[in-house]
């Protein structure tokens, strides 16, 4: 029977305690509920929307966090890179996922580098295209030999703040042959309005039943952010899941997949 897959962990890093504790709860996790766990966290926001909001630490801090948790747990890592500079750098050599974040998805110079490098490529739809238009992205992937590739949803723009998951869109992303994931967090975020400001900020209420529905069209995983103390934390405070709505949410999902992929 082939396992879920779940990426997870902290929107950012932060510091080194509570990454090690994130990336040790959710290996723990993984054993118990049995599913694929790739740890997820950027070493970079660059598409906040205030230079008020925090960014994430330096490449070199940055890099040394992700080889503690390849030396440590030894699992995979998924990040996200935002410009050309920062494949060249040594943090490369721990990460085993690429991230094309939804912004920069039409970003050919950018997609085809990251491409280039023969890792595993996760593209995060924009919120702004058909579901169809991935196919494009996936395409020009693919035209540099790279084969290993992975699909997100996170949503569609629904009008101001606001996104909607159509369910259809899991259906035509699966056409395209790879695996797809879907990104509950980030579906339920408000943008423009702080992370911080945990009652307008997000709407992670609904995160449990999107993720069900999902896991219901025979999808290959999802995609959420967790966070030892939620409203503590320094990026999407207001929809990463503390340790107890992670093990709750992983509760729900898992008998929709079993009884799936028994």
Not at 12 to 38: C, M
Not at 127 to 142: A, C, G, S
Not at 170 to 195: A, E, L, Q
Not at 196 to 225: H, P, Q, R, S, W
Request: hydrophobic share 40%; proline share 4%.
């Amino acid at each position: 029977m082939r396992k879920m897959t779940v990426i997870s962990g902290n929107c950012v890093i932060e510091k080194l305690e509570t990454t090690l504790e994130t990336v040790e709860f959710l290996v723990q996790k993984s054993n118990e509920y049995n599913f694929d766990l790739i740890y997820k966290s950027s070493f970079k926001k660059d598409n906040r929307s205030s230079m008020d909001h925090y960014i994430g630490p330096d490449l070199d801090e940055s890099a040394f966090i992700f080889k503690q948790i390849k030396d440590k747990y030894g699992v995979k890592i998924l990040t996200d890179f935002h410009h050309l500079y920062e494949l060249e750098h040594d943090i490369i050599n721990y990460i085993d996922i690429i991230q094309i974040p939804a912004y920069l998805c039409m970003q050919s110079e950018l997609v085809l580098a990251m491409a280039k490098t023969g890792k595993i490529i996760n593209i995060k739809k924009g919120q702004f295209l058909h579901p169809q238009d991935i196919d494009k992205v996936v395409k020009k992937v693919e035209e540099v030999g790279n084969q290993d590739i992975i699909i997100t949803e996170r949503g569609t723009c629904f009008g101001y703040r606001d996104l909607v998951v159509d369910p259809r869109t899991f259906y035509i992303m699966k056409k395209f042959g790879y695996p797809v994931i879907f990104d509950v967090g980030h579906s339920v975020r408000k943008y423009g309005v702080p992370s911080a400001d945990l009652i307008y900020g997000g709407a992670k209420e609904y995160v449990n039943t999107l993720a069900c529905a999902a896991i219901a069209t025979n999808i290959d995983g999802i995609f959420v952010e967790v966070h030892p103390d939620p409203p503590s934390a320094l990026c999407d405070a207001a929809t990463q899941l503390s340790f107890e709505e992670f093990s709750e949410l992983i509760q729900n999902i898992n008998p929709i997949w079993y009884a799936l992929n028994d």
